[in-house]
């Protein structure tokens, strides 16, 4: 049985340095191309009529029109009549044409009816959503009435995040071409592996049939899994043209319907002692993810009380579909506990640090992570120092605070699939099929298969993003660095076993006293003895070396496993802002993360993905809101001047610290895509109720919500 | 949030061949006003379009009113002068110079999001000024004066400008779908501004959005290709 385990830390050569992304240099010169830059020989553009009505049913459909327009080269229509219209920006037909300008041009003359139906299109509570409230099973734990009646304070209060957009800088979308029956994608997605089969099953062909190409895309923050109903539509019109069909979703289809974070809102009580003892929670929580009624979101959110009561009502509305949103649930969970948990150390008269670090015990297995990670955090924010207890009392119109939060994540790592080359020449490929969103990947493998083949990191050729690559899992929930992580290992170490058989005879000695270090194949104990890399591979003749190694799903992941990947992790963020009380306006002045994530391969890249992830987080803390109008059922802000996203002097100063080293390593790679964006906003949201002295009840703190929460009361 | 630069007023279009080469010009600008603006302020322009321009006003009143319908809707020829290149290319005066860059001349460096002169990712430098691609008229930027740099004139394919290499080496670019429109910009500021402070580098580049969240990387990224820029290595 080959040993796969991670070298230990004396014997890493690149396993935990600073790398930079090896896509950079074609990223930042602008060379790389992307799914929207994709540019094949005669290809169409296509664009697609949208639905006015948030809730409808098609009545007819006249394209003939359309067909007529200049360039118009085919016509798909994607709703029959007859279907029905669930959301504002649902797709009814499809057009390709010469150009962009001709495909818009002959969207405008499809001519649909309509039966325009009754809408809604705002998470009101579930007392005023009629039959589209769906209660979930009330759930208990304990004796929260008992809990509550024996609790020495109890402190009641309404938290909210609104619905939000992943806003993916790259649209949505793909360009198709046809060969006979077998169809080539280039697709944005981060399913490279998977939307094959979903095209397969759409277009009645078989699944070898497709091929899907994501070299590079352009954010997906979990949005971007399925083929889509555009994929479909633009390989049919390719069909029908005969011609290759890029259709890529404008700005405000992109905004009104391809990706929708759910909303939570929630009636908390938190029942406690007088020491700051959590005894008891409960809460009456709703919510919108569209059609959906998705499950009964866990709350309190990582700290275990021991007594609670919830309540989970979804409200259906035609906002459109809900998709995967970075950390699916956690963020406005977190939001909803810990700013209720901090409304409590607030009525108490408890420094925050102290009344979290009372119950740490709560938060279970992870309790001496958070512990640690508390008190790092409070002395990077100098908490000691700035800390003071609700309500700045500083003279003058800015205040100040400090807020905290803590958040929770899996990980582990998704099946993968990985083939190592080694060929007669020396060079080395590494191929799957997973893709790079923009976290690493492609350098996080290069890094773990010339670590292991004792190689330059140039020396690695790492083939990703590519259907024909075998097969590898999606990149979602952070388990992308767990699952090729360990593949690439596996089959790096294989494939260097096979080698070091070959080479093995020639040292005299058995292959197990062989290792690969610094562009050698020699024996352990004895460098002089050995041969370059380059003599070893020679001595494979003709025929090359391609392993193979897996990551299944029967691959141990718990938080006590010793294995490569595993899952858990626990990271503590501290946010100071200044609020002017006269304009409302809130301003980030530091944020602190402090994030575990067990071994790290490349230090710089993980680093980013915190940094991502706060800023992101101060996205939606602040700026970030799908405002929805009753009256017509449409999306008001579908462009990036009114859907705000935080600009380069909007983020104050960010301080990352990595829990690493001994403690930490020993878990094996863990993902880190997820964990630093759940606790910034609740962060944000506690830091503005210690300045202020009054807690603005949901997410984002704009200015007119920071007003109306001091005018209602405020110590400031 | 930040203020973002809107992109400039429209430049003096020139629009070449065709019946609407006489046309009413872009802007309200007419054609007297154009041959004296040609002639007056020393416009640099093509011998063989100087000749040609400064005959307008020797054209019939017959010409003169056809010329008044304007340009389009149909294709126009142009000509572009794109990293150092004129390119020839027809479009119709809708156009945006951006749709032009990515669809007909290829240049896709220059990213399509926003498409509302919001987010800065197609933001390319013409005359020494970074703009906003997508606001901009291919018609408007068909201007011999109209000096058009995108991504890949920076440098050759294979080699790293100074603050393309400061953006790799500061990790300041995560999917990289708004990283060509950082690197023009910050190409702009330090081409104004060559010594700024790490004060003034938080909220430079505020034109331009990018939702991975790189902005740390890129605050240090502007100030590492100030060094570069400064040190020759560009």
């Known amino acids: 049985m080959a040993d796969y385990r991670w070298p230990e830390a004396g014997k890493r050569s690149l396993i935990g340095k600073r790398i930079s992304r090896l896509d950079g240099p074609v990223k930042s010169s602008g060379r790389v191309k992307y799914t929207y830059d994709v540019d094949r020989p005669n290809m169409l553009y296509g664009k697609m009529v949208l639905s006015p009505y948030a809730q409808a049913t098609i009545k007819s459909i006249d394209t003939s029109a359309a067909e007529k327009m200049p360039g118009v080269k085919a016509v798909q229509v994607m709703r029959e009549p007859g279907a029905g219209i669930l959301w504002a920006g649902q797709e009814v037909v499809a057009v390709a044409a010469e150009t962009e300008e001709q495909a818009r041009d002959a969207a405008r003359r499809v001519v649909v009816n309509y039966e325009k139906l009754p809408h809604l299109v705002r998470d009101v509570e579930p007392a005023k959503a009629g039959d589209r409230a769906k209660p979930a099973a009330e759930q208990t734990e304990g004796d929260p009435d008992k809990a509550f009646q024996e609790a020495e304070v109890t402190v009641e209060g309404q938290y909210g995040c609104p619905v939000i957009t992943h806003c993916c800088l790259e649209a949505h979308g793909q360009a198709t071409e046809w060969e006979g029956d077998n169809l080539t994608v280039w697709a944005s997605t981060q399913n490279v592996s998977g939307i094959g089969g979903e095209f397969a099953s759409g277009l009645k062909i078989p699944a070898g049939n497709v091929r899907t190409l994501t070299p590079v895309m352009g954010g997906g923050f979990g949005s971007k899994f399925g083929a889509d109903t555009w994929g479909l539509a633009c390989a049919q019109l390719a069909k029908k043209a005969g011609r290759p069909v890029k259709m890529m979703l404008e700005r405000d289809h992109e905004l009104m319907v391809a990706g929708a974070r759910p909303s939570i809102h929630a009636k908390v009580r938190v029942g406690a002692q007088k020491d700051g003892t959590i005894t008891a929670w409960s809460s009456e929580s709703w919510g919108t993810g569209g059609m959906g009624t998705g499950g009964s979101p866990r709350l309190p959110y990582v700290f275990r009380i021991p007594n609670q009561r919830k309540r989970h009502t979804a409200v259906l509305t035609n906002i459109g579909p809900a998709r995967a949103w970075r950390a699916p649930n956690h963020p406005q969970l977190c939001l909803i506990t810990m700013a209720a948990l901090e409304d409590l150390a607030a009525r108490l008269g408890i420094d925050p640090v102290e009344m979290f670090l009372k119950n740490i015990g709560m938060t279970g297995e992870l309790s001496k992570v958070y512990a640690a990670e508390l008190q790092k955090a409070a002395e990077l924010i100098e908490w000691q120092k700035k800390w003071h207890p609700r309500g700045d009392k500083a003279p003058g119109v800015i205040k100040r605070g400090l807020g905290i939060s803590l958040h929770t994540w899996g990980g582990g790592g998704h099946p993968s699939n990985c083939a190592c080359a080694i060929h007669p020449d020396g060079s080395v490929e590494v191929s799957l099929g997973s893709q790079d969103l923009g976290t690493g990947t492609r350098t996080i493998i290069a890094i773990i298969a010339a670590e292991t083949l004792g190689l330059p990191l140039e020396a690695v050729k790492v083939n990703i993003g590519d259907s024909h690559y075998p097969q590898s899992g999606g990149s979602g929930g952070s388990t992308t660095v767990g699952g090729v992580s360990a593949s690439t290992r596996r089959a790096t170490t294989n494939a260097l076993n096979e080698l070091l058989a070959k080479a093995a005879p020639s040292l005299g000695v058995e292959n197990d006293q062989l290792e690969a270090v610094g562009g050698r194949i020699q024996v352990k104990g004895n460098p002089s003895k050995g041969m370059s890399w380059k003599q070893a591979c020679a001595k494979l003749g003709t025929t090359l070396i391609n392993a193979t190694g897996q990551t299944s799903i029967t691959t141990p992941t718990g938080p006590s496993a010793r294995d490569l990947i595993s899952s858990g992790v626990g990271g503590v963020q501290i946010a100071e802002v200044a609020v002017d009380i006269e304009t409302g306006v809130v301003k980030l002045e530091k944020l602190v993360a402090v994030q575990d994530c067990g071994l790290i391969i490349d230090l710089k890249t993980a680093e980013s993905q915190v940094y991502g992830g706060c800023i992101m987080g101060v996205c939606y803390a602040l700026y970030e809101e799908k405002i929805m109008d009753e009256q017509t059922g449409r999306c008001l802000n579908p462009d990036m001047e009114f859907y705000k996203l935080a600009g380069i002097a909007d983020i104050g100063e960010l301080v990352v610290h990595m829990m690493t080293g001994p403690g930490y390593d020993e878990r094996g790679v863990i993902g880190l895509g997820e964990p630093p964006v759940i606790s910034s906003g609740a962060a944000i949201s506690n830091a503005v109720a210690n300045a202020i002295g009054v807690r603005v009840p949901t997410l984002p703190l704009t200015p007119d919500k920071v007003l109306a929460a001091l005018e209602k009361g405020g110590a400031a | ?234």
């Open chain 2, 1 to 234: 949030m930040p203020k973002r630069p809107k992109s400039p007023e429209s430049d003096h279009p020139k629009v070449k061949g065709g019946p609407e080469e006489s046309g009413r010009k872009q802007g309200g600008l007419g054609r007297r006003d154009f041959v004296k603006l040609v002639g007056g302020t020393g416009v640099a322009v093509t011998a063989g379009v100087l000749t040609k321009e400064v005959l307008l006003p020797a054209e019939s009143n017959a010409q003169a009113a056809a010329g008044r319908r304007g340009i389009g809707p149909g294709p126009v020829n142009i000509t572009l002068r794109v990293n150092g290149e004129d390119k020839d290319v027809a479009v119709e005066p809708r156009v945006t110079l951006l749709d032009v860059l990515r669809d007909r001349l290829h240049l896709t460096g220059a990213k399509k999001v926003c498409d509302r002169g919001t987010c800065g990712a197609c933001t390319v430098i013409v005359s020494g000024k970074a703009i906003y691609s997508c606001t901009m008229l291919a018609i408007d930027a068909a201007d011999s004066s109209a000096d058009i740099l995108t991504i890949e004139g920076l440098a050759p394919e294979g080699q790293l400008h100074a603050v393309s290499a400061a953006f790799v080496d500061n990790d300041a670019q995560q999917c990289g779908f708004c990283t060509p429109g950082f690197v023009m910009a910050c190409k702009a500021y330090l081409d104004a501004q060559p010594n700024p402070t790490y004060e003034q580098v938080k909220a430079a580049l505020g034109g331009n959005l990018c939702r991975c969240g790189t902005y740390v990387g890129v605050r240090k990224a502007v100030l590492d290709a100030a060094m570069r820029m400064k040190g020759g290595r560009s």
